[in-house]
């Protein structure tokens, strides 16, 4: 295969805009096939990466009982954030977290080392070397008929969550996406902003173009 054939962008295009957050309409009894999985991984790692170099490593949990002690955290960060924040949790967001502990596969995305405490560029700079990575995951699972949900909550919680995978310490947990086949999951594009509203030219706020 070259890296000079033709795309097919209405193929690209559909993927990348109806790449949502699957919280419902999963198929909780079907596995996810493991080499389906490295396939989805492959395709992330060819993300762009900084200065970190190749800083990623790929949690996949598939073990009953680590997803219920994972679940069970997940549920008590949400409940912590309801009540601090007074949020009204989104019934597809209960849904998620009512039924966690059986979606075939949870994946972490985690990066060795730690961002720069107070350090604005050092912070994008280490977070930018693998969000990209977690990304192309999730459009990757997309494209294989996977739904995922992304969702950083767990992230509040490091200790916990290395504790119940065995994490070492300096490995820092980003993404979690909780994965499984769909089931008649419709998938469409969201409304969303048109780019001429979001888009300034050469100056903030400047949205006439120079075309």
Known sequence: MTDDL????????????????????????????????????????????????????????????????????????????????????KSTQRSLADRLHEIPALIFVCAIGEPPADEVAGQVAFY?????????LMLALRARSLGATWTTLLSSRQEDVSRILEVPDGVTQTVMLPVAYTKGAKMRRAERLDAREVTFWNAWGNQKHPG
């Open 128 to 136: 930018g070397s693998i969000l990209p990575s977690a990304w192309s």
């Open 6 to 89: 033709p795309l097919d962008i209405a193929s690209v295009d559909q993927v990348l805009s109806t790449a949502r957050s699957v919280r419902r309409k999963l198929d909780f009894d079907r596995p996810v096939e493991p080499e389906v999985l490295f396939d989805c991984i492959n395709v992330s790692t060819q993300a762009p990466t900084g200065l970190g170099g190749e800083n990623w490593r790929f949690m996949v949990v598939t073990d009953p009982a680590r997803k219920t002690q994972i679940a069970d955290v997940y549920r008590s960060v949400l409940a912590d954030l309801q009540r601090a924040r007074g949020l009204e949790i």
